[in-house]
């Protein structure tokens, strides 16, 4: 079996994080203990902020804009921004409850969703087009080594 390129690796990390994200929709409809809170905030932070992003934080976006992709008034910049809100909207999950951590979580699952199609449908094929071949392999690597740095909690369910 031929290992997943660097797009396929972050798709495939996408579909974890929309089961995720259908979990904290349910969670909002029939308020789970706290404790699945607590897991549940820190398996995102982990896998989709200090893993996921990070991948694409410090080695896909980088590579794109070195191929010539812009840095500022494009996806990436988009994504940047939807990285930080995400993160702010986290802090906010962890910090509140009671309406204010259901607005927030509402808020969260909405902007993900968004964000994955924005990346799915725009960003990955315009790094599908613009990175060669030598790239994504390097890619592979500082994907490899982002895992290892970041130990990742089982996902929540």
Do not use: Q
């Not at 994504?79 to 204010?100: D, K, S, Y």
């Amino acid at each position: 079996m031929a290992s997943m390129t660097p797009i396929e690796i972050l798709r495939d990390e996408h579909r974890t994080i929309l089961s995720v994200l259908e979990l904290l929709e349910r969670a909002v409809e029939r308020p789970p203990i706290d404790t699945w809170w607590t897991d549940t905030l820190a398996w995102l932070r982990a896998f989709a902020d200090h893993s996921h992003h990070a991948k694409e934080e410090t080695a896909l976006f980088p590579a794109m804009v070195k191929a010539g992709v812009p840095s500022e008034g494009g996806p990436i910049a988009v994504m940047l921004e939807e990285h930080e809100e995400g993160r702010r909207l986290i802090r906010t999950m962890e910090a509140t409850t009671g309406a204010t951590r259901e607005m927030a979580c509402r808020a969260y699952v909405s902007l993900l969703r968004a964000h994955i199609d924005k990346e799915n449908e725009i960003v990955f094929p315009l790094a599908e087009a613009v990175l060669d071949e030598r790239t994504m392999h390097e890619l592979g690597r500082a994907f490899d080594t982002v895992a290892l740095e970041h130990g990742v909690p089982p996902r929540p369910s």
